[in-house]
């Protein structure tokens, strides 16, 4: 046992770190103002490094980074707060492909999105279906060669920049529920494909996308006819390492810290300096140095080769919970103080805690929510019986 | 990058998890609770089979194993409650033999060996017969003959150190007294303070102790004793954590109300999935703390202390998640959960008040409290230029208009289209 970093993975963390000295400018973390937390030119560049297609395993003909390593560039891209939610879209829409996809998709598609040039975004959940994903009823009707899809797909965040939307479909409304689904991989400048903007508490953008009589043709199709929860099953698998989300709260502590030491109360005396305050900060760190534990070790396990399903449901779930947990703490300690939003020029480092607080809450909902992983925590950890 | 047991770890795990299934039950665990929250036999049985000085040198008469080999040990340890102070133990040993003067103790005839059968290959041989006297004292707590602990409180002008771990049967105890590390030899009282987890606390008088270590070697010998404590301390709670909720799950498995498994509630699989999940980040996060205090490296300390408190909070939190889901008898003293939950207590707070070590965590990572007078010297200048309290640029029609967030929303939308 040795949970010691490896030196070979400490030098590739400072290879990161410069890395996004050179390429992640203020200008490119203020365009997310916009709610679109990606910018391409950033994109591109992790491309052409090596990165994405490094994400990708290598029995599919990816890089085949090692985990750890992976692990360390993820930590250092949430670090930095780099605006990089498409990256891992794009190691997982590959992945899909080139694990299920044909001829087509893999000629087409795959290399445009490991140069980074094109964008993946995920069509899976629905108005009517979110965390019951297989209820998906979005309708791809076979006539001929061809395809004809009807529906509508909720939280296609990144739509609106993306080229391809990876698209669940029922295409068997008979068959039992995870038995009638096929997956397609669609270009979103096909005729009939409509995007919506939806706004967000968080001052994200997501999107919902309406299919009204999209035409596709079958070469367009990933994985077999009613196989699609087979290949989403995959998904997941191809999620863990890149999807991030393990090191949420550290700008969060960074900011409580220097609010607290830079305020003074009224009776002068610094936060800094009260136990309360004091006691909370501690407390976070903690938190931060347990999903660093859980992240080396999922790392440290996919690097062996070994499957993991749980452990990243319980990553997941500590992340999201405690990081939400932490900007309720630090807005309080503000006070007042800690509601004014970037747009007030007195804004503690533009408003960054109080961004955050609005920010929280979706982590405990999206890619699984709490619920859903304690469900998978209590039944594949713990043996318990299912529960729904 | 390791993070499972090696094949070697997990026989030494399935070898000592053998040992205190089959000896440290829960009847074992209940009968040291009539006495002062220690089995001798089991004490012995462990030292027949070289746990309590398995991290000692070999030239010390210890089994040269690393102290991640010893937490693998405790984390069994740990699981089954086993009343014997092994951590404690374990610990004061590998002080003896890194602080330079205590390597020169000799036990002393007639004074520190105890009436009690020496250990020796699991036979039992009366001291009288064969003592130990005249051997090194490393060497009598590394074979585990002389039990040893540390006071990690302060010791009083009086020469007492009050609520001792292991103290009511410690016949070496080690302590920080002002620069110097000292240790004290006596026969033990025998007997506890009553408490709450049933542990062997009790009262020394060191006053007569021998200082073995001083200045910059005892800071750093202690520091070290510290870290290794706490850090092992984490895993043991990871160990209570685990067998705790196995204990819930079988539990709420078999108990059926309103026609169905307890276990079969969303309500009550939450509370155990978060009991879990907590558990296991604190188990990660405690052999990290062993892994990176066993290296010598500078976060180790800092480390150590975050796993003991956050494993001992997530072990509280098993043990009360399990202890509710056991409704009644939960409570009752005949079933075993009752045990962890004043343990998961216990164990912490003999080491000192929590808010301490935090207050410790900060200092280290945030700088030292300034006291409150000083605060509004001239010295201590703002460093921020103050803005006024509330904005002073023109609010914008947009934010009448209902509010920032959303206008900049539909700003960015409107350039879309």
């Known amino acids: ?388 | 990058m390791r993070t499972r047991y090696s094949e070697d770890q997990q026989a030494v795990a399935e070898a000592f998890g053998d040992l205190f299934a089959r000896e440290a039950t829960p009847e074992a665990v209940r009968a040291a609770e009539a006495g002062c929250g220690f089995d001798p036999g089991l004490w012995r049985k462990l030292a027949a089979a070289g746990a309590p000085g398995m991290a000692v040198g070999v030239a010390d008469g210890g089994g040269g194993a690393s102290l991640v080999d010893l937490a693998v040990v405790v984390h069994e340890w740990g699981r089954r409650l086993a009343p014997v102070p092994l951590v404690e133990h374990a610990v004061c040993a590998r002080l003896l033999a890194s602080a330079g003067g205590a390597r020169e103790l000799v036990v002393r005839r007639g004074v520190d060996d105890p009436d009690r059968p020496r250990v020796q290959a699991g036979e039992r041989i009366r001291h009288a017969d064969h003592g130990f006297s005249d051997t090194p004292l490393v060497a009598a707590v590394a074979s585990g003959d002389l039990i040893a602990t540390l006071a990690p409180g302060p010791v009083e002008p009086d020469g007492t150190s009050r609520l001792v771990p292991a103290g009511a049967v410690a016949d070496v105890v080690a302590a920080r007294r002002g620069d110097h590390v000292v240790v004290a030899r006596g026969r033990p009282p025998g007997a506890a303070r009553p408490n709450t987890a049933d542990l062997p606390l009790a009262d020394r008088d060191l006053s007569g102790a021998e200082t073995v270590a001083s200045g910059a070697a005892a800071a750093g010998a202690w520091d070290r004793a510290m870290a290794e404590w706490k850090a092992l301390m984490a895993v043991a709670y990871a160990g209570l954590a685990g067998e705790v909720l196995a204990m819930g799950v079988a539990y709420t498995k078999q108990r059926h109300q309103f026609g169905v498994p307890v276990g079969s509630f969303q309500a009550v699989q939450h509370g155990l999935a978060d009991a879990a999940t907590r558990s296991e980040g604190a188990r990660l996060l405690a052999f990290r703390a062993v892994c990176a205090v066993d290296a010598g490296r500078a976060d180790g300390a800092r480390l150590a202390s975050m796993a003991l408190l956050f494993g001992a909070e997530s072990a509280r939190f098993a043990a009360d998640r399990v202890l509710q889901y056991h409704g009644g008898y939960g409570y009752s003293a005949e079933y075993d959960v009752q045990l962890y939950y004043r343990r998961a207590a216990g164990w912490l707070l003999q080491l000192g008040e929590p808010a301490a070590e935090t207050a410790r965590l900060a200092d280290a990572d945030l700088g030292p409290k300034r006291p409150s007078g000083q605060a509004a010297n001239r010295d201590t200048l703002r460093e921020r230029p103050r803005e006024a309290p509330w904005p002073q640029r023109p609010v914008s029609a947009a934010n009448k208009s209902g509010g920032q967030a959303r206008a900049a929303r539909e700003r960015s939308e409107q350039e879309r289209e």
């Open chain 1, 1 to 388: 046992m040795d949970f010691s970093m490896p030196a070979q993975a400490e030098a590739f963390r400072e290879e990161v770190r410069q890395f996004l000295a050179d390429h992640l400018t203020g200008e490119m973390i203020a365009a997310t103002r916009d709610g679109t937390i990606h910018s391409g030119a950033l994109h591109r560049a992790i491309a052409d490094r090596g990165w994405l297609s490094g994400a990708v395993p290598a029995e599919l003909g990816g890089g085949g980074m090692d985990p750890v390593e992976l692990c360390v560039l993820v930590e250092e891209l949430q670090l930095h707060q780099a605006p990089a939610d498409a990256l891992g879209v794009a190691v997982v829409v590959v992945s899909m492909i080139l694990e299920h996809g044909n001829e087509h998709l893999h000629g087409a598609v795959a290399p445009r999105l490991l140069s980074g040039e094109a964008l993946g975004c995920l069509g899976y959940s629905e108005p009517e279906s979110g965390s019951d994903v297989a209820a998906a009823r979005t309708r791809a009707v076979r006539d001929g060669d061809r395809w004809v899809i009807n529906g509508s797909k909720m939280w296609t965040t990144l739509a609106h920049v993306a080229d391809y939307v990876l698209l669940l479909t029922r295409t068997d409304p008979e068959a039992p529920k995870h038995r009638g689904l096929t997956f397609f991989v669609v270009p979103l400048d096909t005729a009939g494909i409509e995007i919506r903007a939806v706004s967000t508490m968080g001052d994200e953008r997501s999107n919902a996308t309406f299919y009204d009589d999209v035409v596709l043709g079958d070469e367009w199709r990933l994985g077999g006819v009613n196989d699609g929860w087979t290949v989403m099953k995959t998904a997941l698998k191809y999620e863990r390492g890149i999807a991030g989300g393990q090191f949420p709260s550290p700008p969060v502590i960074e900011a409580a810290v220097d609010w607290a030491r830079r305020a003074r109360r009224a009776d002068g005396s610094r936060p800094i300096d009260d136990d309360d305050v004091r006691h909370k900060l501690v407390r976070a760190m903690i938190d931060v140095e347990v999903c660093r534990s859980f992240a080396y070790h999922t790392a440290a396990l996919a690097s062996e080769g070994a499957m993991f399903g749980v452990e990243g449901s319980m990553t997941k779930l500590f992340a999201s919970e405690s990081y939400k947990k932490h900007c309720g703490w630090f807005l309080d300690m503000m006070g007042a103080e800690g509601l004014l939003t970037r747009d007030d020029p007195g804004a503690h480092m533009e408003g960054r805690i109080e961004e955050h607080f609005r920010h929280a809450p979706v982590t405990a909902i999206y890619g699984g929510t709490s619920e859903i992983n304690r469900n998978l925590v209590a039944e594949g950890w713990l043996g318990l019986p299912r529960s729904r």
